[in-house]
């Protein structure tokens, strides 16, 4: 349990400053009378270095091998990374857009190296069989932090102001921090010193193997199960009528509460069950919600079937997202963790990106449950890639 909370925490001080830039900061900005199309450059270019994080794996691979180690580099990016949130309240204040941007960049980098180190190390450190309840506690802990800093704070910054909001933002990321020295975490890699020329010789070879393509093509139709639909839902639920208040409800504290439901449950039954069975089971779950959902916005429902359908879909979410880390970390080889593992989130990214768009262009003309339909259909790909996996590590054992 104490390494599950510790992993918890670590998400928590990644999952708060997501919450505050993604979710209030627009709102802040706003507020204060910062154009609106200056503020959406900013947010496109705070995901920059989310989308191409997986550049930093090697880095971070490589720096443990040279003696720095995982917890070390993640002390370092956190510490930066509550500097850095310490000054956006400077610059907001200041009314200067161009510093709040570089201070902005410079904290998203460091937060996707420090998202790169949480998941290297627990590669390395978590026994397999518990990857699943440990991934549950860590999406538990980034959404409470999103809840919190994306959410509650945009009420607190208006009875506590904007300086005492950011100086707790920073304070939770450096408390957190403070846990690496008491986490008794013991590293593993299958190769405690490696030069970097055999390290490259050696990812080249990861990537002549034929699983390695199949594991990120299943992580990228995986997505298709619900990305499509969550990605235009909070939109289309003004477009059928849903009152303001009802969906800061849905999205301020129903939605988050089951996501955190169904990651810990999610977790607990990929380490009970067989993980690639579990995930397939949450795949079949995720998919079927999003076509009911697509159909709740064509027939226009309103009632208590459209609170059910959304709780169960987002309930199915959380049951996917832990189960999909868990299996990937299970099949992620030690000596690339940092890089493989980053490199199987960018084919998420890349899922998020193609569905939400694909549901935007067309949902209009052929309403929601088509447009989902073909979606979760090249989800089933995804099962078919596990299955795939599953039977050459049998044929292997054999």
């Not at 409470?144 to 909001?165: A, D, I, K, N, Q």
């Not at 193997?209 to 639920?237: E, R, Y």
């Not at 299970?330 to 549901?359: D, P, Q, R």
């Amino acid at each position: 349990m104490r390494q599950k909370l510790f992993f918890a925490l670590l998400y928590f001080a990644e999952g708060a400053p997501i919450g505050f830039i993604w979710w209030a900061l627009p709102a802040i900005l706003t507020e204060r009378g910062f154009p609106l199309d200056e503020v959406s450059n900013l947010m496109a270019l705070a995901v920059i270095p989310w989308s191409f994080k997986f550049i930093f794996g090697p880095l971070v691979d490589n720096l443990s091998y040279r003696g720095i180690s995982v917890k070390f580099q993640l002390f370092f990016f956190q510490l930066l990374m509550g500097a850095s949130a310490l000054a956006f309240g400077y610059y907001i204040d200041l009314g200067d857009l161009s510093g709040l941007t570089v201070v902005v960049l410079l904290h998203a980098t460091c937060a996707a190296a420090q998202d790169i180190c949480i998941d290297t190390l627990a590669i390395r450190s978590v026994d397999p069989k518990e990857l699943g309840s440990v991934n549950g506690y860590m999406q538990a802990g980034v959404l409470v932090g999103r809840s919190l800093f994306g959410g509650v704070s945009l009420y607190l910054v208006h009875s506590l102001g904007l300086s005492p909001l950011i100086f707790i933002l920073a304070s939770c990321i450096w408390v957190t921090t403070l846990c690496l020295f008491f986490s008794g975490l013991d590293e593993k890699s299958s190769e405690q010193s490696i030069g970097l020329s055999e390290y490259f010789v050696k990812l080249k070879e990861l990537f002549s193997i034929p699983k390695t393509w199949v594991l990120i093509s299943a992580t990228f139709f995986a997505g298709f199960a619900f990305k499509g639909i969550s990605g235009v839902d909070s939109a289309a639920l003004v477009t059928i009528g849903v009152p303001e208040g009802d969906r800061s409800f849905l999205f301020a504290v129903l939605i988050p509460a089951l996501m955190l439901i169904g990651a810990l449950v999610g977790g607990y039954c990929s380490d009970k069950w067989n993980k690639q069975r579990a995930l397939n089971w949450f795949i079949l779950f995720s998919s079927v919600m999003s076509l009911f959902y697509g159909l709740i916005f064509d027939v226009l429902e309103t009632g208590w079937i459209m609170y059910l359908v959304v709780s169960l879909f987002y309930l199915g979410i959380g049951l996917i997202t832990a189960s999909l880390y868990a299996y990937l970390m299970g099949h992620t080889k030690k000596m690339f963790a940092a890089f493989e593992f980053s490199l199987f989130m960018a084919a998420i990214n890349m899922s998020e990106s193609v569905c939400t768009w694909f549901s935007g262009a067309y949902s209009e003309e052929w309403g929601f449950t088509l447009t989902v339909l073909p979606q979760v259909i090249f989800a089933l790909i995804a099962i078919w890639c596990l299955r795939w996996v599953a039977a050459r590590e049998t044929r292997q054992l054999v």
